[in-house]
């Protein structure tokens, strides 16, 4: 049971696992103004420009005013309306599109702090110019157009230019629809250019060469989308729909992976309820983040796919601050895409959700957040309510400076169950929690009354989110396990094996214990022991193994001596014999030398025994006194071992001695007894 504090420290716990409070990113309002007074006005953003837009459609008159998110400056003011604006040569020139008086595609020079004009080329034969590609040679400009005819929308146009304004080429896509949303370097000289078609026309991929010669090309029946990523040889691009535009009759997204020779590999079918999407490549795989919504409610939800469109997984990052979308605004896929990818496993987004911008960085690898900002959503009749670079984000009339250098490492641990964690020694309050962590190592220690503790090492490497969770197992009772000699030691059913002495916890219930010596397991017997553990016992095991075998290690200090156990011959020294335990006799011989025999008592599993023999020395004789030979071992094992071999001198002993009389009186009845039988 848990207290009525800890379930507020676990609800706590919860909400920071969702929405974690890490300020590591630096959000600044670099500027804010009123929009302009008097006729349309129109306000977007772009490469880190905010342009502001006034038309008088009474007069006819149109104003525009380019200000640099930077240095919060207007560099440039142009009597006519703005349609693309990109900085050229690491911003010392600007290309913009004009598209109110007069349709036009200019390149400006920075002088300072002030923009002058060094050329103006006429588009209105191609309508205006809707996107532009600057290449980095600066031999080509390519820029989409539309071609205004009299039917309208009569073709799509894309256009190339050398950097002093001259045209190269001019295409015809021959395709009626929405205008070129996107021009990509696709490699080999070639580039990939994108019409949506949506609302009406049809969706348009085609690749072109450096000369305008469309290379192949090909025609879809669902809509594509004005945002395309490159990965490798393929690229994803998102698509949806809605009822109004009449392509497939339900409400449906999709995810188009296609080669970059467009050839298609999958489509990805997102839910209904999606809201918006940002995919990001990690070798092949495609991970998609989309903003889903739930009882009025958002969260960012995370996906992994195969680049073949298999699902791998999908599960929920953490929830998003939101307020209710009022019925003038419109979520669009196109308001939740990437922004940065400042580390190679860091993804950060933004999410704008009803009147609040969310700015996340999610480790992508683990599905980790790793830090969450959100500022207020400047509302006004605008589809697109938020548009961003890689450095700063525009709300409507708020330019915000956004700097990502600062992304954190973090860890997020969970468990089965709410449990006490430590993280490095110190509490870190009950699963789950969120923690910010500097990079390296950390020991996580998850403990719960009666529950098995969990220890991890979790190596956390810089800007990266660990994600772990642990299994906590019940700890109902204790056995300590105790042998002599050391033991491995099953437990079976639990698939344990241990060595002793050792503590362990199991659950409740019964066990088959299968102890066996560790370091001599031949030579000790094992024992099978049966226990009935209850809940949160204690139960102490002490076991002593069976001798079986003892291993014998016989040396002498004469090479090849004889080995007898127990007047069995075992064979030639240095000789390694098994024996049952209990008392030996160990005899060692060798010609030349005086056997030997010791009684050996084997209660070890291993011993050595060494057994030093001595040579035997027999009598000689000399004249006139008598000398000692070496006596055989064979002599000497015949009798007690004193017995001597007596050579005599001539005439040196009587023959009537003692014995003689012996004989006589032996020989003389025998002699008698036959004659009187004959």
């Known amino acids: ?99 109110g008086n007069e349709y036009s595609l200019r390149l400006y020079r920075m002088d300072g702090g002030t923009y002058t004009l060094v050329w103006k080329l006429d588009t209105s034969k191609y309508g205006w110019v809707s996107y532009i590609l600057p290449v980095e040679s600066r031999d080509l400009i390519l820029a989409g157009t539309v071609d205004v005819s009299p039917n309208d929308f009569g073709g799509h146009y894309v256009i190339g230019l050398d950097f002093k304004g001259a045209i190269k080429f001019a295409t015809n896509l021959h395709v009626i629809g929405q205008t070129v949303s996107d021009i990509i370097p696709a490699g080999n000289g070639e580039y990939l250019v994108i019409v949506p078609g949506l609302g009406r026309g049809t969706p348009y991929l085609g690749l072109i060469d450096e000369s305008g010669n469309v290379v192949r090309f090909v025609r879809i029946n669902y809509p594509v989308s004005s945002f395309v990523y490159l990965q490798g040889h393929k690229f994803v691009m998102v698509s949806w729909r809605k009822k109004s535009e009449g392509y497939i009759k339900d409400l449906k997204t999709y995810y188009g992976i296609w080669t970059l020779n467009l050839t298609p590999v999958a489509t990805v079918e997102l839910p209904y309820d999606f809201l918006g999407a940002t995919p990001v490549f990690d070798n092949d795989s495609l991970y998609l983040f989309t903003v889903k919504e739930l009882n009025s409610k958002y969260a960012l939800v995370e996906s992994k796919y195969l680049l073949n469109g298999t699902l791998l997984w999908s599960r929920n990052v953490q929830e998003l601050e939101f307020s209710r979308l009022p019925e003038h605004y419109g979520l669009l896929v196109s308001s939740v895409r990437q922004v940065l990818l400042p580390y190679p496993n860091v993804h950060v987004g933004i999410y704008p959700v009803g009147k609040v911008v969310n700015i996340v960085a999610v480790d992508f690898k683990n599905a980790v957040p790793l830090a969450n900002v959100s500022i207020p959503l400047t509302p006004g009749p605008n589809y697109y309510p938020v548009d961003y670079d890689a450095g700063h984000l525009y709300t409507r009339s708020k330019v915000y400076f956004l700097n990502t250098s600062s992304i954190p490492s973090a860890v997020l641990i969970d468990s089965n169950l709410p449990a006490n964690a430590t993280v490095d020694g110190k509490y870190s309050g009950l699963t789950p929690f969120y ?73 409740n219930g019964t066990y088959t214990l299968i102890f066996r010596s560790r370091d001599y397991p031949g030579q000790y017997g094992q024992i099978r022991k049966t226990i009935s553990l209850r809940p949160n016992e204690t139960m102490v095991i002490n076991i002593e193994l069976p001798l079986i075998h003892s291993k014998l290690l016989v040396t002498s200090n004469v090479e090849n001596a004889t080995v007898y156990v127990d007047g069995k011959r075992m064979g030639k020294v240095p000789l390694k014999v098994f024996v049952v335990p209990g008392s030996h006799n160990i005899t060692v011989t060798a010609e030349g030398y005086l056997p030997k025999s010791i009684e050996v008592n084997a209660t070890e599993p291993a011993f050595n025994v060494s057994i030093s023999l001595t040579p035997v020395v ?54 008698t007894k036959r004659r009187k039988r004959s």
């Open 435 to 507: 923690l910010k962590v500097e990079p390296g190592k950390h020991k996580i220690c998850i403990t719960h009354r009666d529950y098995s503790p969990v220890e991890r090492v979790l190596t956390v490497g810089p800007h990266e989110g660990i994600r772990f969770f642990a299994n906590l197992t019940p700890l109902n009772a204790t056995v300590i396990l105790n042998s002599t000699p050391a033991a491995e030691v099953d437990i079976v059913p639990a698939s344990i094996t241990v060595d002793t002495p050792s503590r362990v916890s199991l659950r």
């Open 1 to 99: 049971m848990i207290s009525g504090k800890g379930s507020v420290m676990v609800i706590l716990a919860g909400l920071l696992l969702v929405s974690p409070l890490v300020g590591a990113f630096e959000v600044t309002l670099t500027f804010s103004g009123p929009p302009l007074i008097g006729g349309y006005s129109h306000e977007y953003f772009t490469s880190g420009f905010w342009i502001v837009s006034k038309a008088n459609y009474t007069t006819h008159t149109y104003f525009t005013k380019i200000v640099n998110a930077s240095t919060n400056k207007t560099v440039l003011v142009i009597d006519d309306s703005v349609g693309s604006v990109v900085p050229v040569d690491g911003g010392a020139y600007l290309l913009v599109s004009t598209i």
């Open 618 to 671: 027999k009598p000689r004789t000399t004249s006139p006194s008598t000398s000692t030979e070496a006596i055989s071992p064979t002599d000497q094992a015949r009798g007690s071992g004193d017995s001597t071999k007596t050579q005599s001198d001539v005439g040196t002993h009587s023959i009537c001695g003692p014995g003689f009389f012996v004989v006589l009186f032996t020989v003389v009845p025998l002699v």
